[in-house]
C-alpha cells in the first residue's frame, strides 16, 4: 500500500489549489481504503477474480508531461457527436464542445461550489475509495431541465504514448435535469505499450421526466476497474449498453438505484474476450420504490484460455409493490478452456412483483452448425454467422447509428482475429 500513499502525499504537496476541505477529504478515503484493502478470494462477491496485480505492480499517477505524447493521438469522435476529449489523464477543453444546455465542469469548480456530498461519499468498494483519496479527471457534466439533445455527447478517455506504469482515477458525474434527454458515450480506449490502470467511478442522476442513453465502450489494453452508478428519480428511463473488449482485466461494478416511482432500466452488456483475458461484472438493481421496471441482459463470449464472471442481483424492498424486473445472463464458450461463473440472485421482501432471472452457458450449436453447412456454408463462416447473431441481441439496443456502426465493426474485427490465430 505504501506507493499508493506516496502518490496520495505527492498529489497532496502538488495541489496548492485545491481547497482544504479537498486534501480532507483524499486523506479519509485513503484511510479507508487501508482498512478495506484489496479484495481476496476470501470476499464473496470477488472470489473468482485476482487481484494481487495491483500490489506486485506499482503504478504511478500521470502528470502534466504525460500530456505530450498524447497531443498527437488522431482523435476521431463518432459521427454527428459532441466531443469531450481527456488525453491521458488531462482534460481539452479547446478540443471539446457541448451545446447550449451543457454545461461542463472540473472536479476543483464542483468541490468550490461545495456540491460534492453525495459525488464523494461512496467509499465501501475499496476500488472507489481508492478513486475518492486519488481522483484527477474528475468532470461533472450538467444537462439542463427541459433540454433534449439532438446530437449524442461523445467522452473519450484515451491512454497513449506511455513507457512506464501508469494510473489514472478519473470521476465522471452525469445529472440530467427535469424532462431532459441525451446520449452519452462513454469510451475508454488505449495503446501504450506499458501497464496501465483506469480505475472509474461514473455517476449518472436522472431527474423527474428526464431520460438517458448511455453507451460505455471500454477497449483498455492493460487492467480496468469500472464502478457505474445510476440514480432514477420519478418517472426517469435509462437505456444502458456495456461493451468489453481487449483489456487483460475488467471489474465493473453496476448499481441502479430506484428513487422514485414508475421509472425504468435497461441494462445490456456485451464482453468479448480471448487469450487469457478475465472480465468481472456485478450488478444490482435495487427497487426502491414501487411501480418500477427493469431489465438485465448480459452476454459474454469467450475463447482460448478467457475466464468470466457475472454477478448479478435484482433487489425488491418492502412496500415497492408491482416490480416488474428481469435477468438474463447467456454466455457462449468457443474452446474447451475457456470458463464462465454465473451467479443470477433475487432478494424480494414484498409482494405483488414479477420478478424473473437465468442463466445459460454453452457452445455452437453443432444442429445449427450442421443446418448451415448443408446449405453449402463453410464451417468457418456458419460459426461466424452464429456468433455475430448471438452479439447483434446487445447490439441491437443501441439507439445511436454511429455508435452501433463502430461496435460491429469492433465485432467483426474481433472476429477475424480469431480466424487469423
Known sequence: MQHYRSELESLQANGSAEPKELSA????????????????????DWQFTDFSLFHKSHFRMTTAEDLQPALDYPVEPFKDCYSIIILNGHFQQDRSNVPDGVTIRTLLDVFMDDELTDFLNAEENPFVALNTSLMNSGLAIDIADQVQLSRPI???????????????????????????????????KGDTPSLYWNNCVTISELSENSILNHNRI???????????????????????????????????????????????AKLNGLSLMKDNQHMDIRVIVDHKQPHCNSSQFFKYILDDKASGVFNGKIVVREKSHKTDSSQSNKNLLLSKN????????????????????????GQLSEDALYYLRSRGIETAFAQRLMVEGFAAEILANIKDEGTAAYLNKKLTSWLESLENG
Not at 477529504?25 to 464473496?44: C, I, V
Not at 480496468?224 to 435509462?238: C, P, R, S, T
Not at 461463473?341 to 424480494?348: A, D, G, K, M, V
Open 338 to 361: 475457456a470458463s464462465m461463473h454465473s451467479n443470477p440472485q433475487l432478494e424480494i421482501y414484498t409482494d405483488d412483483v414479477r420478478c424473473t432471472h437465468g442463466s445459460s452457458t
Open 25 to 44: 477529504l483524499r486523506s479519509k478515503a485513503f484511510s479507508r481504503f487501508t482498512e478495506l484493502g484489496f479484495p481476496t478470494k476470501k470476499w464473496e
Open 154 to 188: 461523445h467522452y473519450q478517455f484515451i491512454t497513449t504514448g506511455l513507457k512506464d506504469n501508469i494510473m489514472n482515477h478519473p470521476r465522471l458525474l452525469i445529472r440530467m435535469g427535469k424532462n431532459s434527454s441525451a446520449e452519452f458515450i462513454e469510451h475508454y
Open 218 to 264: 471500454q477497449e483498455d489494453t492493460s487492467y480496468h476497474v469500472g464502478n457505474m452508478e445510476y440514480h432514477l428519480q420519478k418517472d426517469a428511463i435509462l437505456n444502458s449498453t456495456i461493451f468489453n473488449q481487449g483489456t487483460e482485466l475488467y471489474r465493473g461494478d453496476i448499481r441502479i438505484n430506484f428513487y422514485g416511482r414508475n421509472a425504468t
